[in-house]
């Protein structure tokens, strides 16, 4: 599933509850009340808007992305990534240590943690470039 489509499942969502929010104000109005005070029923949201509201949110993502603040707290992004991937990794070389894994293996997991660390190193300079756009 790409951003667009989560995007347009989103504004689904939203529009479900939408629906959901007009249909207990308009049962909440049927008992005695001023007449003309009840909500208008909902008309039901039409495919094509809902694909126009995401396409919509998705221009501005993409944007805001384009951006200098979207530029550095996406390298920023990346980097958390790259750290959690770097713990996750770490923590499996103390397991393996533990274990008593060979040292073949520990080199290997060493390469895969000095990546991630290179991946971390890459996203702050990309976020500093960001900050100097």
């Known amino acids: 599933m790409n951003e667009l489509d989560r995007l347009i499942e989103a504004e689904t969502k939203a529009e479900a509850a939408r629906a959901t929010f007009a249909r207990r104000e308009l049962a ?71 274990r008593g894994e060979p040292v073949d293996w520990r080199l290997q997991v060493l390469d895969e943690l000095a990546a991630q660390a290179r991946a971390i190193a890459a996203g702050v300079r990309r976020a500093r470039r960001a900050l100097s756009s």
Do not use: Y
């Not at 126009?52 to 992305?65: D, M, N, P």
């Not at 790259?82 to 713990?87: G, I, L, P, S, V």
């Open 28 to 98: 909440r109005c049927r008992g005695v009340s001023w007449s003309g005070m009840a909500p208008e029923p909902a008309a039901p949201c039409p495919p094509a808007t809902l694909q126009a509201r995401g396409q919509a949110r998705l221009a501005a993502r993409e944007a805001w992305r384009a951006g200098a603040d979207g530029a550095f707290i996406s390298n920023l992004a990346d980097c958390q990534a790259a750290a959690r991937q770097a713990f996750t990794t770490a923590e499996r070389a103390r397991a393996g240590a533990s």
